[in-house]
């Protein structure tokens, strides 16, 4: 007889785990809605850098997020290759833009490291931990880091 009562050790999440350039990262599966294809997205006037444009997504308007752009890597030129993860983050709905989904991680807090202290403040404000899988360092990002406050871009 198993006991699978929540009392029995840590309680493992669940990643999403994505490529950007050669580098990987993930986050939680949970604020992932869904995973789709590359689709050209109309840009918008005096938008970031790092934002794509918008898509129509069944009715909806959704912004891109160039996700490697908003972490300081290199800009992706999307190809029918690349993905788009929807996501809901902060209260929004809004589209990243990766290179490819790779697996679902299953790990437990205790497996997570913090974030180096010979990191930018730029990287840890993104970062909120870095893991090993099978021999691969994996970023954990945090998704309500990534996109600035809707009030702070309107001041």
Avoid: Y
Avoid at 106 to 113: C, V
């Amino acid at each position: 007889m198993s006991d699978n009562s929540p009392a029995a050790g840590p309680v493992a999440r669940e990643l999403i785990a994505f490529r950007i350039g050669r580098q990987e990262f993930c986050v939680d599966i949970m604020s992932v809605r869904e995973i789709r294809g590359w689709t050209p997205a109309t840009p918008l006037p005096r938008a970031p850098g790092f934002m794509k444009g918008v898509i129509n997504l069944r009715g909806a308007v959704l912004p891109i997020v160039d996700l490697g752009a908003r972490l300081g890597l290199a800009t992706s030129d999307p190809t029918a290759r690349h993905v788009i993860m929807v996501a809901h983050v902060g209260g929004r709905t809004v589209g990243l833009l990766v290179d490819a989904v790779s697996d679902i991680i299953q790990l437990k807090d205790g497996e997570i490291q913090p974030t180096p202290d010979v990191a930018s403040d730029q990287v840890r404000t993104f970062v909120k931990g870095i893991f090993a899988v099978d021999g691969r360092m994996i970023s954990l990002l945090e998704l309500e880091w990534i996109l600035p406050d809707a009030e702070a871009e309107a001041a």
